[in-house]
Every structure is written in structure tokens, then in C-alpha cells.
């Protein structure tokens, strides 16, 4: 780090990964004395070159299969010391960087993923919603050290040099702060207790952020996304802001947000404007809204009477969880949620009240799954809603009367249930890369052997060398549409224009040329001063 950026006015800016794909951003923000990290995702693209459901990073060896092959970023003093292997590979050792805090725009993974393996004092900062999310996902999830994304179990070498976990020494929780609000009292005690483990945990209580760090001020503006509490950060420093957007939209339920984020920045002097672009360079660009969604869906469920219906989605949508629920209530039926959606909606309940009418909702019901053992944080929820819960045999026994919401790892359970003649609606996100179309084959199978009606989706080709072809406006994209994108960024007009989140940084410079918005097009381990 040059020694003139600590006491200056130069904004530096690094891509530490994320440049040119769509997730694994990973964005290093420095202005004066003050070092941030702009979300710490989990690269699919590159996870999946090496990496599978069943091949995965070697917990006894902790960051050395990560760092070996490229998946955290070779910078000095970012991480955890307990995941640093004897004799191995030492990323302390690689050049560093001044950093104070970490900031999370939304709980996806490809935004937050990594978070676990970076040093337990590092303080995080996010909006309510995103953490009461980011505890569900760790609180439910697998144990996996690089997904402990909020309390972190120590972890030490033992005689053979293999990390394992210190039965003796209490866990720790991360530093952690609220933007945009201050914490909830119910999100308070949410973050106070453990329920997977009988290990104590330390660290301090949950805390409003303090409005500047080290001379410069962060704030948080909600935008409109695919998951609740999703923001824009923006950073004020003396040479003016810097705005990173996370993931937007402007065609959901609250995409006014991001119209009134513009509308703001208007007011001030934006320097540089860090934005995504996912949707840029494809040849579909669908305005379809979660409206068009619920009408299509609702006319499907409406024309399958006595059937089951199957309703594929993504984890963590809550907002088309909403829309399945809509459609059950209108239809007369019920909506089975797996335990994680109910456990998901319980946090996210501690940090925005309104969603408790969707947890208490009696049109949802949970899907009590056959288990020998289950996780702590599974038999409280199943305590708590005993009076909730169905299985395999009520479901078999009155298809019509429910709509099974599920996606493909959970197809399992259709054996039990037993679908023959049902109605599938493939309501997610569209395929991307090898390892996806595979999936895609797999689930096709699963669906023909059931002789499910499909919607959504349908395979063209006779055997896995097809390709999935998707149908029927059943999807709404959790990114803007190129053309609100550009009119977005000419509404902020910052001076500097940063693409992330974006295989196609080019469409930038080509769409925004003769505007006064200098375009850089940075690739991973590039910075920009200013």
C-alpha cells in the first residue's frame, strides 16, 4: 500500500475477484486512513472447475485447498489463523491490506459465501434483514468452515497436523453491526444464542453501525431484489461518493427503491458508481414481474384440480414463496414449506415484523420430513409448530389440496409422496454453465418418471447432450433490465463507472459512449486511484 493513500483524499478501488462473472464479488474499497471489503462471495464459476456436492475443500486442511487453487483472493492478513494448516501454504505471508470492516449487500452466497474464512475480529456490516438471513442459512446449513458466516468454531492443529475443532474453547461470533437500522430486540436474542451446538460462543452483542469509520461515512439504501434487506452501500469520502449497488432490480414488489436510490444520488456528487450487470449481453431480456408470475402460476394451480402441484424455486425467495402462498389461499389448497423456510421466515421475522403474517399465515404448513437424528435447530422448530406440520402420507392421500414447494435437491421425497399425474411449475432461475444443464437432465428424469404435467421448463433432445429450454414467463429475474440500467446510471451520472457482476463489461462502455461517465473496466486484482 502506498504510504501517500493513508493520509490523502485518493479513493482506491481493486477488484479483489468478480470481474467478469456473475457472482463471486469480492470489491476493495480504501479512501484515507479507512480499508473496506465491498462483500466476500463464493465464485461459482470458478468453485465449480474444481468442486461438487461431493467433492469439496478438505476441512482438516482449511484455507490450503482454497488458496492453492485460486478461491480466496492472495491477500495478506484477511484470515482466520485457525485455518491456517501447519507446513502448508501461509496467506499471511502475501502482501496485505488496511481493512476495518467487511460489508454484505444481501444474503446470497455469491455476495457472502466466504465470509467464514476471514479473521473473527473483522467487523460485518449489513442491513437486519440480511443478517437475521445470514444466521438462518448458518443455523440450518452444513457445517462447513467456510460457511461459518456469522459464529465461527475454532479450530487447531492436532498430532498429525490436521485441523479439527478444539472441543475445549468457546466459539466465536463476529463483530457485527446493523445498517440502515438499529437492531431489533428480537434480532438481538436471535444473535445472543447458538441452537446447533452445546459449545458456548463469545463476542460482542449485536450493534448499530457508528455513522463514520476511520473519517468516512457508510450508509445503506434498500433496493429491490430476489432477497429481503438487500441495499446499496454507498461510502462518503472527501472527494465524494462512492455508490456500490449489489444486486438490483426496478420490476419487483418495492422496485420503486431503486428509483428513489437515483433520485438521492442526484443530489450529490457521485465519483464512482460500482453497478451490476448481469442481464447485459443476453439475447432474452423479459420484463416479467412477480405480478405476471402469480396471474400465470394461479391460472395453472386453478386448471389442476385434484392434482398436486410442485412449485420450484430458489431458497431464500421469499418473495415468491409469497406468491405460491397467494395462489394456494386463492385455490383452496395449502402451501407445504420445507422446515428451513419456516426456520428462514422465523429470523427473518426478528428483523422486520411484517413478515410474521406470512409465517402465521394458516394456508402454510411444513413438510415433516423422515429423519434418524435430527439438528437441534429442526427439533425446536418442529416443537414450535407441531400443530403445522404434514408428511408424505397426508400429502399422497389429498394432492389437490396442497402445492408442495420444493426444488431439485429435495426431489427425493416425491418417492414417499408419490406424484404420478402431477403438475410441476419450474419457477427458478434459468440454467447457466455444465454443471446446471446436468441437473437440469437429472430433474427432467425425475419428472418424466413421475409423469408430472411440466411448466416452466422442458428438455430439448433425446438423452444429457439436450439442453434445457425455459417457458412460460414463470420466472422473474432478480436483476434489472439492461434498459433500466442505463437509464439508472444516467439519472446518478457519476463520474466513474465500475461493471461487476457482468460477464459483458463492454456493453457498458459501448451503450454510455459520449456520455460524461469514464467507463473502467477493471479485471480481477486491477485497481483504480483516483
Not at 397426508?394 to 402431477?422: K, W
Request: charged share 25%.
Amino acid at each position: 500500500m502506498a504510504i501517500a493513500n493513508l493520509f490523502s483524499g485518493t479513493v482506491r478501488l481493486k477488484v479483489l475477484d468478480g470481474a467478469r462473472t456473475i457472482g463471486g464479488t469480492k470489491l476493495y474499497l480504501q479512501e484515507g486512513r479507512a480499508g473496506f471489503l465491498v462483500d466476500f462471495g463464493l465464485n461459482y464459476g470458478r468453485w465449480g472447475r474444481y468442486f461438487e456436492e461431493y467433492l469439496k475443500p478438505r476441512t482438516a486442511r482449511g484455507l490450503h485447498d482454497l488458496w492453492k487453487l485460486g478461491l480466496v483472493p492472495p491477500v495478506g492478513g484477511l484470515y482466520r489463523e485457525d485455518l491456517r494448516p501447519p507446513e502448508s501454504c501461509d496467506p499471511q505471508e502475501a502482501p496485505p491490506l488496511e481493512v476495518h470492516a467487511v460489508l454484505a449487500s444481501h444474503a446470497h452466497m455469491d455476495h457472502c459465501g466466504l465470509l467464514g474464512v476471514l479473521r473473527t475480529d473483522l467487523p460485518l456490516y449489513a442491513s437486519p434483514p440480511t443478517l437475521a438471513l445470514l444466521r438462518a442459512l448458518q443455523d440450518t446449513g452444513k457445517a462447513e468452515f467456510y460457511s461459518e458466516l456469522c459464529y465461527c468454531t475454532p479450530r487447531a492443529p492436532n498430532e498429525e497436523g490436521q485441523l479439527e475443532s478444539c472441543r475445549d474453547a468457546p466459539g466465536r461470533v463476529r463483530p457485527t453491526f446493523t445498517l440502515g437500522a438499529d437492531p431489533p430486540e428480537e434480532l438481538c436474542a436471535l444473535w445472543s444464542r447458538v441452537p446447533r451446538s452445546k459449545r458456548k460462543y463469545t463476542g460482542p452483542p449485536l450493534r448499530p453501525a457508528p455513522p463514520k469509520v476511520e473519517g468516512v461515512g457508510i450508509r445503506a439504501h434498500p433496493v429491490d431484489h430476489s432477497v429481503p434487506g438487500s441495499v446499496a452501500l454507498i461510502f462518503e469520502g472527501k472527494e465524494g461518493l462512492v455508490v456500490y449497488t449489489g444486486d438490483f432490480r426496478t420490476h419487483g414488489k418495492t422496485g420503486h427503491r431503486v428509483w428513489e436510490l437515483g433520485a438521492a444520488l442526484q443530489r450529490e456528487r457521485v465519483l464512482v458508481l460500482v453497478v451490476e450487470g448481469t442481464r447485459v449481453g443476453r439475447e432474452r431480456h423479459e420484463r416479467i414481474t412477480e405480478q405476471d408470475v402469480l396471474e400465470r402460476a394461479l391460472k395453472i394451480v386453478n386448471g389442476s384440480r385434484g392434482r398436486l402441484v410442485v412449485a420450484d424455486f430458489g431458497p431464500r425467495h421469499v418473495e415468491r414463496l409469497e406468491t405460491f402462498l397467494q395462489v394456494a389461499r386463492a385455490c383452496g389448497r395449502r402451501l407445504v414449506a420445507l422446515p428451513k423456510d419456516g426456520y428462514l421466515l422465523e429470523a427473518l421475522s426478528t428483523a422486520d415484523p411484517t413478515y410474521r403474517s406470512l409465517l402465521s399465515d394458516p394456508h402454510l404448513v411444513f413438510l415433516n420430513r423422515p429423519r434418524l437424528q435430527a439438528d437441534r435447530w429442526l427439533e425446536e422448530f418442529l416443537d414450535r409448530h407441531r400443530s403445522r406440520l404434514v408428511d408424505a402420507r397426508i400429502v399422497r392421500a389429498s394432492p389437490g389440496e396442497h402445492v408442495l414447494a420444493m426444488s431439485f435437491y429435495d426431489l427425493v421425497d416425491l418417492l414417499d409422496i408419490e406424484p404420478e399425474g402431477g403438475v410441476y411449475v419450474y419457477s427458478s432461475s434459468e440454467a447457466y454453465g455444465e454443471d446446471s444443464r446436468v441437473d437440469m437432465w437429472r430433474l427432467w428424469n425425475w419428472l418424466q418418471y413421475f409423469g408430472m404435467e411440466v411448466h416452466g421448463v422442458r428438455w430439448v433432445g433425446e438423452d444429457e447432450r439436450g439442453r434445457p429450454e425455459f417457458t412460460g414467463g414463470l420466472h422473474a429475474s432478480g436483476h434489472a433490465h439492461p434498459e433500466d440500467l442505463l437509464e439508472f446510471i444516467r439519472a446518478v451520472r457519476p463520474a466513474h463507472l465500475i461493471p461487476l457482476h457482468t460477464e459483458h463489461p463492454e456493453w457498458f462502455a459501448e451503450h454510455l459512449r459520449g456520455e460524461p461517465i469514464k467507463v473502467h473496466i477493471l479485471e480481477n486484482e486491477e485497481e483504480l486511484e483516483l
